[in-house]
C-alpha cells in the first residue's frame, strides 16, 4: 500500500475536554503524519454539507448541531496505508463497541459524541480535505 492523505477531525466533546494533544499523540503513535491542522467554528451550513451523506438518517439535526457546538480541529493525515489505519485507531462508530486501546474507546461519549472523524475512503478522503484545505496549507 503506498503513502495515503486522510482527513480527520477532532469533534466538539473532544476539544471541550481538552483532548487536542492527546488524540493528536494517538494519531502520530499509530504512523500517521500531521501534515495540515487548524482550529475551526463550523456553521450550520458547513456541517449539513460535510454530512450530507447522512442527510436523510434521524439522527442528522442532532449531529450537525453537535458539529456546531464547540470548535473543532481539522487534519489531514499522512502515511502508508492511512485511510485504514485511521479508520483502526479510530476505533467503531459506537464507542460501547470499539476495541481496546482506540481513540473511541478511551475517550468518546457516546454514538453521537465520539471524538472523532476520519474519512472512510480514498474518494471522501480528496473530497473532504479539499472541502477545508488548500493545497498551500498542506505540507508534507
Ligand atoms: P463514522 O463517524 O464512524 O464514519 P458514520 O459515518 O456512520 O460513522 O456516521 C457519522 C456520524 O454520525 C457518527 O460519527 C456519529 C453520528 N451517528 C452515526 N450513527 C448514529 C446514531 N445511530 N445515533 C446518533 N448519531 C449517530
Ligand atoms: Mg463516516
Not at 2 to 31: C, H, M, W, Y
Not at 57 to 85: C, H, N
Not at 100 to 113: D, H, M, N, V, Y
Request: net charge negative; glycine share 8%.
Amino acid at each position: 500500500m503506498a503513502v495515503q492523505r486522510t482527513f480527520s477531525i477532532i469533534k466538539p466533546d473532544a476539544t471541550k475536554r481538552n483532548l487536542t494533544g492527546a488524540i493528536t499523540a494517538k494519531l502520530e503513535e499509530a504512523g500517521l503524519r500531521v501534515v495540515a491542522s487548524k482550529r475551526i467554528r463550523l456553521t450550520l451550513e458547513q456541517a449539513q454539507t460535510f454530512y450530507a451523506v447522512h442527510k436523510d438518517r434521524p439522527f442528522f439535526g442532532e449531529l450537525t448541531e453537535y458539529m456546531t457546538s464547540e470548535p473543532i480541529v481539522v487534519q489531514v493525515l499522512e502515511g502508508e496505508d492511512a485511510i485504514a489505519k485511521n479508520r483502526e485507531v479510530m476505533g467503531a462508530t459506537n464507542p460501547a463497541e470499539a476495541a481496546e486501546g482506540t481513540i473511541r474507546k478511551e475517550f468518546a461519549l457516546s454514538i453521537g459524541e465520539n471524538s472523532v472523524h476520519g474519512s472512510d475512503g480514498p474518494d471522501t478522503a480528496k473530497e473532504e480535505i479539499a472541502y477545508f484545505f488548500s493545497g498551500l496549507e498542506i505540507v508534507g
